[in-house]
């Protein structure tokens, strides 16, 4: 399975600043997936990102808040812009894998924000 | 509708086997039902998929019943390490997309 790496791990961030998480894989893999873990609540799909195409964002996210890179098969970025509070959250990506595209995840970026 | 159905939670003792139900009775005949979990502090980890026939692994065994309308995670001897929020989820498109329920917290009692 793939190794999944994202940086920072965390970071304490102000209301109104951006900060961009970066997700790096050891292999080239085409489907890479964005997450947000608000606390003590499941994972939510932020969009899906496939290389060489615009990113796919679920309802409730939009491009401007969480512009999204895929320069190419193994690196994708998220950004989360004028932050609030409010996205205090971990953010995740994975990649899909295999026939069923099953997911494996980075270890995740702890964001506050203050 | 993807939608799967999962007990809140469950307890067993250690080293015991641990029979973890899900509910997907709208599902399609080509959707796969994939099993994750969530230890605290730490990222989704991938369990177990299945299609129709029962399938296992180093980690897990998964059940699936004939009608594919239920299915069931057998983690076989429960280890402290395993106590995890697990995930049933069936990927909502053809490219995995999955959407997270609230899962089912294991908790093993030693």
């Known amino acids: 399975s793939a190794v999944i790496s994202q940086k920072p791990s965390r970071d304490i961030c102000q209301r109104g600043t951006s900060l961009t998480i970066q997700c790096q894989v050891d292999s080239q893999v085409t489907m890479m997936f964005w997450y947000r873990q608000q606390p003590g609540q499941s994972l939510t799909l932020i969009a899906t990102?496939?290389?060489?195409?615009?990113?796919?964002?679920e309802s409730g996210f939009v491009i401007d808040k969480f512009p999204i890179s895929r320069p190419n098969l193994t690196f994708s970025t998220l950004t989360v812009s004028n932050m609030s509070p409010e996205d205090s959250s971990i953010y995740l990506c994975?990649?899909?894998?295999?026939?069923?595209?099953?997911?494996?995840f980075g270890p995740g970026t702890r964001l506050t924000v203050t | 509708d993807a939608k799967t159905t999962q007990p809140n939670s469950m307890e067993s003792n250690e080293e015991e086997p641990v029979h973890l139900p899900c509910n997907h009775s709208?599902?399609?005949?080509?959707?796969?039902i994939h099993w994750y979990r969530q230890l605290p502090s730490q990222g989704p980890e991938y369990v177990i998929h299945?299609?129709?026939s029962n399938v296992n692994n180093r980690m897990a065994s998964l059940a699936i019943a004939e009608d594919r309308k239920s299915s069931t995670l057998i983690l076989h001897r429960a280890t402290l390490r395993d106590a995890a929020v697990y995930y049933c989820i069936r990927p909502t498109d053809s490219w995995g997309k999955l959407q997270f329920g609230a899962g089912t917290q294991v908790v093993v009692t030693p």
């Open positions: 709208t599902i399609s005949g080509t959707d796969y």
């Open positions: 990102a496939n290389q060489g195409s615009e990113a796919t964002y």
């Open positions: 994975s990649v899909g894998e295999g026939a069923a595209y099953e997911q494996y």
């Open positions: 299945g299609l129709t």
